[in-house]
């Protein structure tokens, strides 16, 4: 599928929809999303956005690619793999081609795609992706908190295992079975990380920051009850609680304490001078918990949604 348009005082506009990106496509994309990473302050498109990228094509994955005299201006990216939920997308404009439409080209481009059926990130919330939301007849409905602590000065005691509970890292290979069925089973009622898969788990464990020494497993009598897998950014400076979980019926007994625990010890020991999180705003309890041990909010992500 492709559309063009002219835009005034430029050359044609041009949008095409590929199941699937070239090594060279795929190039040009992450070098747009690095130009606007370093004049936004952060990603304009998630991890899980930017590993569907390279690897071929995946169910329900679309990707947008806005041109403007044969050079890359603007990216899309479409996700329909929620049974119930709309599909969900995260777009971004060159920061040298804003101003000019583009943002909702793409916007209306998607709109298309989905039925009028969408969700959409903006990461970060800055003004222009509110206006834009609020020009495709966007309404919020997710706000996502990035919180920050430090590790220099942390002072955590020694983890309080529930009885019968140990602590190991994860081995790659081994454990990858049993990971994804907690994950799933933690995560039922959060589609994006609770349907993560076995090629998604092997997109990670190929990246350049995977290290199953940072990756804490929970275990009674040999049976995997939770985890605290750590992901370290090095070029930040940040260690991440990037995820916790704790298979239900597991939970409520100080489990999910004590391994984050675990992985912010471990973290600091690093010497990594800060840690970050990201939480849902509405998860009032996981909330609490991050302020108790001293987080803070450090930007917000939104999402929009088309009106159900």
Known sequence: MSSDDTVRGFSARSIETHSALTPDQGEAVLRLLGEAARADGQQPVSEQGRLHLRGGSREGVSHLLLTVGGELAGYAQLEDTDPVEPPAAELVVHPAQRGHGHGRALGSALLAASGKRLRVWAHGGHPAARHLAQVLGLTLFRELRQMRRPLTDLELPEPVLPEGVSVRTFVPGKDDAAWLAVNAAAFAHHPEQGSLTQRDLDDRKAEPWFDPAGFFLAERRGELIGFHWTK???EEGLGEVYVL???????????????????LRHLAAQQLPTAMLYVDADNKAAVTVYERLGFTVHETDLMYRTET
């Open 245 to 263: 979980g704790v298979r239900p019926g597991e939970q409520g007994g100080g489990l999910g304490k004590a391994l984050t625990t675990v992985g």
């Open 232 to 234: 370290t950014h090095a």
